[in-house]
């Protein structure tokens, strides 16, 4: 099947990225791995350019998925913030796997996509802020402002949420993410 | 006199290191830059490492100080809390000025001072623990409990503190952090 093997490409130079770089990692290289012969690759992707480009257009599809659910399922705006903040800090936690390449991949990323970051942000931003204006309107939230107390929100978790190892301070954990994370879900429902 | 000279020396080492870095300064440029001949700079030092320590050791004075007047001043502990957060932000922005060779300086202090960075962190995790138990017992506070707030709100704040700049964020903002501080110390004194 045709999307079979544009999957099997995009799995292939998700390893190789790993593991070698993106700037050490060849078309021929993510064909081998991959089991496909290169000049059926170009078929797919015209450069190593445009698979960088579809894995992040995968990695940006689940992340949309993820958002309409945070935004419109039925379960509490409190679980499904528990459920959204979950999510996302384990695909982060997931892109980290990079080890040493993370930072050379997310400047592939961002020669390919320059606003892919700003982007992901923004979406980050704008699905916690409707959950919690979704929280007040059912009267379960007591905010501020939906505004100030998703950015103050944010700016309190971002730390779980870096692009890179660090060599100074060990890798976040999620427990305590979620223990701060359930913090200010007690303040903001507290009568 | 002889404290002059000692802190000619290890304020150009400082100069030197952050232009350079540690491993391509030497003993030499330092005495250069002090002004200062480098034999009696050997009087002062017996090694780079010496300096290093030396100039770590003045940041810690500063911290000590900074802890000691936020735990024992007269003045409210929210404002107290503000100002020595406040002092810590530009503390840590102050050692990123070191740009390029922040990570290389930051290793070098650990191989001089291996505890250093646990103990700095020990030392803030206190001081703000003790700021809001002093809050709590004059009444002006309202905690979950001490321990469980401080831990909270030194996460939330931990992404304005890094060691190194990052080449995908831009630098922290001190009214931003001292924006979410504002919006706890509100949840912390909300009747």
């Given amino acids: 099947m045709v999307s079979d093997k544009r999957e099997a490409i995009i ?19 993510i064909a081998r791995e991959a089991k496909i012969a290169v000049g059926t690759v170009y078929l797919y992707f015209k450069s190593k350019e445009e698979v960088v480009a579809a894995g ?12 309409l659910a945070a935004t419109r399922g039925s379960s ?8 959204y903040i979950r999510q996302r800090f384990r695909a982060c936690a997931d892109t980290r796997k990079a080890g040493s390449h993370a930072a ?7 020669r390919v996509q320059p606003d892919r970051f700003l982007e992901e942000s923004e979406w980050f931003f704008q699905t916690v802020q409707s959950i919690l204006e979704q929280g007040a309107q059912q009267g379960e939230f007591s905010l501020e402002t939906a505004e100030v107390d998703t950015t103050v929100f944010l700016y309190s978790i971002a730390w779980f949420f870096p692009y890179e190892r660090s060599e100074f301070f060990p890798e976040p954990d999620e427990e305590t993410l979620m223990a701060s994370v359930e913090w200010f ?3 903001w429902t507290k009568r």
């Fill in 11 to 29: 799995t292939a130079s998700r390893t190789l990225f790993r593991q070698y770089g993106v700037k050490k990692t060849s078309m021929q290289d």
């Fill in 104 to 110: 050379e991949i997310a400047r592939a990323v961002v």
């Fill in 185 to 187: 879900i007690r303040k």
């Fill in 76 to 83: 509490s705006p409190a679980d499904r913030l528990r459920t």
């Fill in 56 to 67: 992040v257009g995968e990695y940006r599809e689940i992340h949309k998925q993820q958002t």
